[in-house]
């Protein structure tokens, strides 16, 4: 009875993990340019993924619950889970965020700013789910760049969930288990 039981004890080390929080990719696409209400932009995408848990268990990943949010846009990409305040030169923040994983329903509003006063540069996104997507900069003397696009019916949310990586512990642990397993069979020739 004891080798069965060292035997399952030791499958089940081999086995044990630590749950890694959950990972989504999302992307929304196509957006209505502000200076021309009536085009719809196809190129123009906001991207990221989402990394964590719905801890509470409520169905909704809230900011508390994130442990990243990367977005990538046209002007700066960056993981805007962990950027909060700033400076006066720069500034990021991640005013709302709520994921509801089973209906793929995503709400943020983010923002970034980076200044340089000396320089006369400016560089600002705002993003806000369901109302507008905001690129502006300006180098130096050169005509700013204002994009401004708003939602609407062609914008499209696609959100997929992105393939798990196993965590560092959860391979150590796996390999801690078979070793175990290797010397058990090794003792017991």
């Known amino acids: 009875m004891k080798i069965p039981t060292l035997l399952g004890g030791a499958l089940l080390l081999c086995t044990a993990a630590h749950a890694a929080p959950s990972a989504w990719d999302f992307e929304y696409r196509g957006f209505y340019d502000y200076h021309d209400p009536g085009v719809l932009r196809t190129d123009v995408a906001v991207t990221g993924r989402i990394v964590g848990e719905d801890a509470d268990g409520d169905g909704v990943i809230h900011e508390s619950e994130l442990d990243s949010l990367w977005m990538n846009m046209r002007l700066w990409s960056g993981d805007f889970a962990r950027c909060g305040g700033g400076t006066v030169d720069h500034d990021c923040q991640l005013d709302v965020f709520a994921f509801r994983p089973a209906s793929d329903a995503l709400?943020?509003?983010?923002?970034?700013?980076?200044?340089?006063?000396?320089?006369?540069?400016?560089?600002?996104?705002?993003?806000?789910?369901?109302?507008?997507?905001?690129?502006?900069?300006?180098?130096g003397h050169d005509?700013?760049?204002?994009?401004?696009y708003l939602f609407g019916a062609g914008t499209m949310?696609?959100?997929?969930?992105?393939?798990?990586?196993?965590e560092p512990g959860a391979w150590m642990m796996l390999g801690g288990g078979l070793l175990a397993l290797a010397a058990f069979f090794r003792r017991s020739r």
């Open 107 to 139: 709400d943020i509003t983010a923002s970034w700013r980076d200044n340089d006063a000396t320089q006369l540069e400016y560089r600002t996104e705002e993003f806000v789910s369901g109302d507008r997507y905001v690129a502006r900069s300006s180098y």
């Open 143 to 148: 005509y700013p760049v204002d994009d401004y």
């Open 157 to 166: 949310l696609t959100v997929t969930p992105a393939p798990p990586v196993p």
